[in-house]
T-cell receptor, first 115, second 109 residues
């Protein structure tokens, strides 16, 4: 595998379910990100991890819980979600965090539908 | 507040040239990025500008004017595979990316 991978690619869950999204980067990067992408809206940054430590939490509801066990893996644990949480969830990584000019590499995303 | 504006949708003809504009307002500025996103796929990096001027990379060029808070992405010799959304993102003083909603580019034969 190369680049940034995400599983599952598609997920349908009820509001009472608990599920997890997984992201893995094979680039040796130090920073990882979770974004939410809704139709016709800008990407919303949810969480940032740098060297496994959470550095940003942009007022994300507690029903989203991130976990970063090492610099290569990132999880997003989901529970008691709402229909408005339906969106594409993108994972990204970059060589460093808080560095000008550092590009981010994105995974293909998980298309989440909450019923 | 911080804001990025770019057109929602543009249409162009195969073989032609198209310019996608982006204006930004951020707290501080550490550069501007353009990404391409095909439907159902990951965004991929196209360009980064931090100094005023034009950066050329093959058929794609990106321009920045810091004083005007303005950038554009220029695509030449359009091909059908260029049909995608183009995302503009400005990096603020905290090194956070402020994203636009994207411009959907439709290429017609």
């Amino acid at each position: 595998e190369t680049g940034v991978t995400q599983t599952p690619r598609h997920l349908v869950m009820g509001m009472t379910n608990k599920k997890s999204l997984k992201c893995e980067q094979h680039l040796g990067h130090n920073a990882m990100y979770w974004y939410k992408q809704s139709a016709k809206k800008p990407l919303e940054l949810m969480f940032v991890y740098n060297f496994k430590e959470q550095t940003e939490n942009n007022s994300v509801p507690s029903r989203f819980s991130p976990e970063c066990p090492n610099s290569s893996h990132l999880f997003l644990h989901l529970h008691t979600l709402q229909p408005e949480d339906s969106a594409l969830y993108l994972c990204a990584s970059s060589q460093d965090w808080a560095t000008s000019g550092t590009e981010q590499y994105f995974g293909p995303g998980t298309r989440l539908t909450v019923t | 507040g911080q804001n990025i504006d770019q057109p929602t949708e543009m249409t162009a003809t195969e073989g032609a040239i198209v310019q996608i504009n982006c204006t930004y307002q951020t707290s501080g500025f550490n550069g501007l990025f353009w990404y391409q996103q095909h439907a159902g796929e990951a965004p991929t990096f196209l360009s980064y500008n931090v100094l005023d001027g034009l950066e050329e990379k093959g058929r794609f060029s990106s321009f920045l004017s810091r004083s005007k808070g303005y950038s554009y992405l220029l695509l030449k010799e359009l091909q059908m595979k260029d049909s995608a959304s183009y995302l503009c993102a400005a990096m603020d003083s905290n090194y956070q990316l402020i994203w636009g909603a994207g411009t959907k580019l439709i290429i017609k034969p």
